[in-house]
């Protein structure tokens, strides 16, 4: 529980500040599954998906990108 309130607040952040560019990476940490849901949730209160990136293994935040509006 610790873990998802420490990330949520920099998630909220990162989409406050990337909305405007497309998409953003999930940032540093373990994708384990309170933290992707943490960031699905603030990913999508921007209109954008959480994809995987190519070549990635999904362990890793890092792994991960929202993509908004017409970067999907």
Do not use: F, W
């Amino acid at each position: 529980m610790n873990a998802l309130l420490a990330i949520a607040p920099a998630a909220l952040a990162l989409c406050a500040c990337a909305a405007s560019q497309g998409s953003y990476g999930l940032g540093q940490g373990d994708a384990n599954y309170d933290a992707v849901k943490a960031a699905t949730q603030a990913c999508q209160t921007q209109g954008g998906q959480i994809h995987l990136k190519n070549g990635y293994d999904g362990r890793e935040l890092a792994s991960y990108e929202c993509k908004i509006g017409k970067a999907r």
